[in-house]
């Protein structure tokens, strides 16, 4: 099957990229090492969405070493790299992916990775269940599971499996503690503001910062401003997570409140529609919004854009509006993934994590086929908590660290064993 990218001639571009993510993976290291002489999915065929970039193809290169038959696509028009994509079509892979490609061409590149029957599938945000079950119904059959990497696909995947319409097992990648909890948190909070100052230059200290939704994600955007300088403004609809905080020493506020106070708005909901036509009215001269939720929906450009009497490139990845009231309203990468579109994605520790955590869990899904039953309503799973904590030891071992380990005594106390 001949893939399909932009330009196979950038792949030393792309190879370069890769070869330096791989020096700070050691956790994808060793399982490459394991994976080439294990061979867990020799035979079959993997069909992943993921972030097209550096990290996400040592993941892709990870899995081959273990026998898959790699069909790989991007799960977002902006983040994928076209030089990365070229590296992995030199390395043998089939990939079908470019940057910027228009809604037909991302869905065709979805269609070319399901089109083959892939037993495995690893998604970021859904798109590939979803497609599977609406309009490759006949190829379900073959499929042994998946694993999701996002809280946004595991939302779309948790409503499937109410409805009793999700067909085949599926991992929840993303609610395993190594990732939502260092992923979510760490790798978010750096890698937004690492695209919104690459992309703006502008500086951050002493500014108003709004940041829409306190989950994990929020959590660390918030962090991040923080340390940068900023005053934080969070908003939210959960009472609890806006008591979190509060008592994080963030001010709490709706967003009509805060959108005639900041300098720079960042939505993290997974939501709908969480900046709208009236807060673009409220807002500052200048100010600039964007996004780090997974679909390009929580800042309204096309509303913004039916607005404005003027649109035009402000700076590359950012677009001015000029509103009727003389405002210029800024938004950053159309609104999409700005720590992708805009940036590089989350530093590669962090996903050398995150990614240790899919391959285990694909592996998982490999090795206990015959097990995990296929009922109706019943086909999302958890990450079992070995796999966790094997993560978070192989982790800990190479940074150096040792822990204590309980005594059977210690044991008997806690746990009555």
């Not at 909890?181 to 919104?196: A, E, H, K, M, P």
């Not at 590669?348 to 955590?357: G, L, P, R, T, V």
Request: hydrophobic letters at 40%.
């Amino acid at each position: 099957m001949a893939s399909e990218i932009r330009n196979p001639d950038l792949w030393k571009d792309g190879r370069l990229k890769i070869d330096w993510v791989r020096h700070h993976m050691p956790l994808l290291n060793g399982l490459e090492k394991e994976f080439a002489e294990e061979k867990p999915f020799k035979w079959l065929k993997i069909a992943l969405s993921v972030h097209l970039e550096a990290k996400t193809a040592y993941l892709c290169e990870t899995l081959a070493a273990g026998g898959a038959q790699m069909y790989v696509t991007g799960s977002n028009p902006l983040s994928t790299q076209d030089d990365v994509a070229a590296a992995l079509v030199q390395a043998g892979l089939n990939v079908f992916a470019w940057h910027g490609a228009t809604p037909q061409e991302y869905e065709s590149h979805m269609r070319r990775v399901l089109e083959v029957g892939p037993q495995i599938i690893i998604d970021d945000g859904g798109d590939l269940v979803s497609l599977m079950h609406s309009q490759y119904r006949h190829l379900i059959g073959g499929v042994i599971g998946g694993c999701e990497e996002t809280t946004t696909g595991i939302l779309r995947l948790q409503a499937m499996n109410r409805a009793g319409e999700l067909m085949f097992p599926m991992m929840l990648v993303n609610n395993a503690d190594c990732k939502h909890l260092f992923d979510n948190r760490y790798g978010t909070g750096q890698s937004v503001w690492d695209g919104i100052n690459r992309t703006t230059n502008l500086i951050v200290a002493g500014k108003n910062v709004v940041v829409a939704g306190y989950g994990w994600c929020g959590k660390g955007v918030a962090m991040r401003a923080k340390g940068l300088g900023a005053e934080v403004i969070v908003t939210e609809v959960d009472p609890i997570k806006a008591m979190e905080a509060v008592m994080d020493g963030f001010k709490v506020m709706k967003m009509d409140q805060a959108a005639p106070l900041g300098d720079i708005f960042v939505t993290v909901t997974g939501c709908d529609s969480v900046i709208t036509e009236r807060h673009f009215r409220l807002m500052k001269d200048g100010a600039v919004c964007c996004n780090a939720g997974h679909f390009d929906v929580e800042v309204d450009v096309r509303g913004l854009a039916s607005m404005a009497v003027e649109v035009k490139p402000a700076r590359q990845n950012i677009t001015g509006y000029l509103l009727d009231n003389g405002k210029r309203i800024y938004v950053i990468a159309e609104g999409r993934l700005v720590n992708l579109a805009a940036g590089d994605g989350h530093p590669a520790e962090i996903m050398d994590m995150s990614f240790a955590i899919q391959a285990l869990s694909a592996r998982h899904l490999v090795l206990n086929r015959a097990t995990i039953g296929r009922v109706p309503g019943e086909m999302v799973h958890d990450v079992p908590r070995d796999i966790d904590e094997e993560v978070a030891r192989r982790k800990l071992s190479y940074w150096g660290c040792e822990i204590d380990i309980l005594t059977p005594e210690q044991r008997r106390y806690l746990y009555g064993e």
